[in-house]
């Protein structure tokens, strides 16, 4: 029997029954193969383990003074439209809580196809490509101002921009942009402010100098901050699909705006190419 994806926690009433109860069964038996119960062994928590018990309570006791929802609804003497709402809702909470669990059970090195079977937990698809290798190439930008406060930058791989593109390294399908955003519009009205004020502080204590010892503090001009050294420097990082990508800073018009690119590969976290050199834009 195969299991796909979707198929993990089964939706119609008689099949989640016999779902629920061989699955907590299951868990709750004995890995013979290393001792251990299975929901030890395949990566639970005592607290997830009685969570799933506690489900199994409310659907199924197997008591007739204290049935459970399934048994209250297969009844046909306490069936209703409350009834089937009540097993619907356990259902519903049930996959919630467990189709996350499937996934890391599925990751454990002591599951086994039988515990695919019995779970649901799909074999792994080996016919995806893996890319293990470095992204080598740098990603090098054009910039193109829309107006707006939009920005539009067309990515390749050298500085021959009439070429433009992804590189050939497998797996790579778009471009993270690193980027830090100055004030500088502000920096600059507080740098002249500060100068003019240090002339008029200056012209004070030279006039005051020979009256009295006390002397105004200089006013500290500030400075532009340093442009990032590197991608990793920047404050702020995004993906993009493809190689032509917009970016929008309606808000910041007036403000230097430092970006570096690098090449992506979207479905292997941290996979990402070197950056190419610095592209400074006043926004």
């Not at 003074?65 to 069936?79: F, M, V, Y």
């Not at 067309?154 to 593109?165: A, I, Q, S």
């Not at 507080?190 to 010892?213: Q, Y």
Request: charged share 20%.
């Amino acid at each position: 029997m195969k299991t796909t994806k979707g198929a993990r926690v089964p939706r119609t009433l008689k099949k989640f029954d016999n779902y629920l109860r061989t699955v907590v069964t299951f868990l709750l038996s004995t890995n013979t193969a290393t001792g251990n119960t299975w929901w030890v062994d395949l990566l639970l928590g005592n607290a997830e383990i009685n969570q799933a018990q506690q489900y199994l309570g409310k659907w199924y006791t197997g008591n007739p003074a204290s049935p459970g929802l399934w048994e209250i609804h297969i009844n046909p003497k306490t069936k209703g439209k409350d009834s089937r709402k009540n097993v619907v809702i356990l259902i519903r909470d049930f996959a919630l809580f467990f189709s996350p669990l499937l996934t890391r059970m599925s990751g454990s090195p002591n599951i086994t196809p039988s515990a695919r079977l019995v779970l649901h937990v799909a074999e792994p698809n080996t016919s995806r490509t893996r890319h293990n290798d470095d992204i080598n190439e740098q990603c090098f930008g054009r910039h193109i101002e829309l107006g707006g406060g939009e920005h539009q930058l067309t990515c390749c791989t050298t500085h021959d921009f009439n070429k433009p593109g992804l590189p050939e390294t497998g797996g790579v399908d778009g471009v993270r942009v690193s980027y830090t955003l100055v004030n500088t519009i502000a920096l600059n009205a507080k740098k002249e402010m500060a100068a003019e004020a240090n002339k008029i502080i200056s012209a004070a204590n030279a006039r005051t100098a020979s009256e009295t010892p006390v002397t105004l503090p200089v006013i500290e001009v500030p400075e532009i901050p340093t442009p990032p050294a590197s991608a990793e420097e920047c404050d702020s990082h995004e993906d993009f699909r493809g190689g032509k990508l917009r970016l929008k800073f309606s808000a910041h018009k007036g403000w230097t705006l430092y970006v570096y690119l690098q090449w992506n590969d979207s479905k292997h976290k941290g996979r990402v190419g070197p950056e190419g050199d610095l592209i400074t834009i006043v926004v």
